[in-house]
């Protein structure tokens, strides 16, 4: 195998900053996925392109960072850049990365910072000469064990800050692969396959990985199945994704989701499977809610059709007397017109988004950045003066948005806001994958426990308050209820809480305050 090409884009600084963003300027950002992954191999096609438009169709999971690496049997060439997709990658660049087999990746920061060196995919040489590009979409709880580990066998050093799991997965496989010397003993095809069946069963936490060794496309996925991967055919090849929209944008036909708890590898033999683990499903409940692209397709539910059904569930939970029923955009309009259908109240669009707020770099005067939600949303003053809205948003998390949102409301002439939200109140931290606030920053900690509904309401000024209940929720998902993971709404964490970490810490904490409570009221 040859070296990599690690490469910048010319003339690119080594820190840009972050897309600006409504929420950013009221001190709230919204809810946000860790990443995509994008996988292809297609011996005779333009893998560099495929996997672009793939990571175009999945820039919701991450916006920070983009990267392709590309492999010809030879060689892995990798090309990464802070910044969207559009702005990392040209025609110059795309034709320069030559070969059969990709792997892409989009980035929003959960553990690593955000810079250029966090981008992925991550690459790392094999002490047989083998490259390997690897990407990741999730969080691993044993992080810190494996950093240790990692140190120990002097594959990282203590020095600086500790590398992103991320990265200590990627070098853990290279050391793997280094000591695979005959992979047909364990009954794997190449050297990477039987060092990924040693590495995968001893990570904890969410992971879906797409990786390669410029010869074989592979795709893996924690036994629990947190977070969405799928398989997709090509008339010349594979594709694997974090969601089925990337599939369609590449003309890639859906085969199945990938297991959790299984090892994928593609080549021109086919693809084969391997379990590296038993399956305990757990999907992420906020995919459907918000994460997940509404023409998205997670384990045979449309995205698109929960959304619609948590708002009819919304709408028969918490009904409200309006005029016209209203989203948020773009999130809030499934669920606002599931909403309307069932209560009856004429569906409205009373908000327009320029929805390229967030895809610039050129940060805003102080003079403009105090107009805060008015960057991105503006009211439309003609639809709504006068009238009783119900305001349809898909979550709350510190509640700044909406606070600001209902007082632009006000002020363009609205008689009343009632305010009904598409998920229940999130009152705990995601380990898994999804950049939430600390449990100390979240609306729902910090307001009356006994009513918690009526203080968030009083806390964003909105005339009336409801959410859908966890049992609603999961109803619209048409998953099993012990078949999803709703951590952030009630606390319970399926995968445990990942060590040395100050959010985990305080979960414990209150973990235990809500047991003595519970122990309180049993005893009186």
Not at 390 to 401: A, F, L, M, Y
């Amino acid at each position: 195998m040859g070296h990599v090409a690690d490469t910048k884009i010319s003339g690119a600084p080594d820190s840009i900053a972050k897309p600006i963003s409504p929420y950013d300027d009221m001190g709230e950002t919204a809810p946000r996925e860790e990443c995509g992954v994008f996988g292809v191999w297609a011996p005779g096609e333009d893998v560099s392109k495929l996997t672009y438009y793939g990571l175009f169709a999945l820039q919701h999971r991450g916006q920070e960072a983009a990267g392709i690496a590309v492999g010809d049997g030879d060689q892995i060439l990798v090309f990464k850049d802070l910044g969207l997709v559009s702005q990392v990658f040209d025609e110059q660049t795309l034709d320069a990365l030559k070969g059969y087999v990709s792997v892409g990746h989009t980035r929003y920061t959960t553990a690593g910072a955000p810079a250029w060196e966090n981008a992925q995919p991550m690459f790392q040489m094999s002490s047989d000469g083998t490259d390997i590009a690897l990407g990741h979409n999730g969080n691993l709880t044993n992080h810190l064990t494996l950093y240790k580990e990692a140190v120990e066998k002097r594959l990282v050093s203590e020095e600086g800050d500790m590398p992103s799991d991320s990265a200590i997965m990627t070098v853990l496989l290279a050391d793997e692969t280094g000591k695979a010397d005959h992979p047909e003993d364990d009954g794997c095809s190449t050297r990477v396959e039987a060092a990924a069946m040693k590495l995968l069963p001893r990570l904890q936490g969410a992971f879906c990985l797409t990786f390669t060794d410029g010869e074989t496309l592979y795709a893996a996925r924690d036994p629990f199945g947190v977070r969405p991967l799928c398989l997709g055919r090509l008339s010349t090849g594979w594709v694997v994704a974090s969601e089925t929209c990337a599939l369609d944008i590449v003309g890639a036909s859906f085969v199945r989701e990938i297991e959790p708890g299984e090892l994928v590898s593609i080549d021109a033999s086919g693809v084969r499977s391997r379990r590296f683990a038993g399956t305990t499903h757990a999907g992420c409940i906020f995919e459907y809610v918000y994460l997940a692209r509404p023409d998205s397709v997670i384990r045979g539910r449309s995205v698109n059709a929960v959304r619609l059904e948590l708002g009819r569930q919304l709408a028969r939970e918490f009904p409200a007397d309006g005029d016209l029923v209203m989203p948020v955009p773009e999130s809030g309009t499934p669920a606002a017109v599931g909403f309307a259908q069932e209560s009856g109240i004429p569906f409205g669009q009373g908000l327009t988004k320029n929805g390229y707020v967030g895809r610039t770099f050129i940060q805003p005067s102080q003079t403009i950045r105090q107009l805060g939600i008015r960057l991105k949303l503006n009211p439309l003053k003609e639809v709504i003066a006068g009238k009783r809205l119900v305001v349809v948003d898909d979550s709350i998390v510190r509640g700044n948005t909406q606070r600001a949102l209902i007082r632009m409301l006000r002020e363009a002439g609205a008689k009343e806001v009632h305010v009904r939200i598409a998920s229940p109140p999130v009152k705990w931290p995601c380990f898994y994958g999804i950049d939430f606030a600390s449990p100390g920053e979240l609306l729902a900690n910090g307001v009356d426990e006994n009513d918690v509904v009526q203080g968030i309401a009083t806390a964003i000024g909105a005339d009336s308050l409801g959410f859908v209940s966890i049992d609603g929720m999961v109803s619209a998902s048409e998953q099993a209820p012990n078949e999803v993971c709703c951590a952030c709404f009630d606390g319970k964490y399926p995968l445990g809480l990942p060590e040395g970490n100050a959010n985990a810490a305080a979960v414990e904490r209150m973990q235990a305050a809500q047991a003595a409570k519970k122990a309180e009221q049993a005893n009186a």
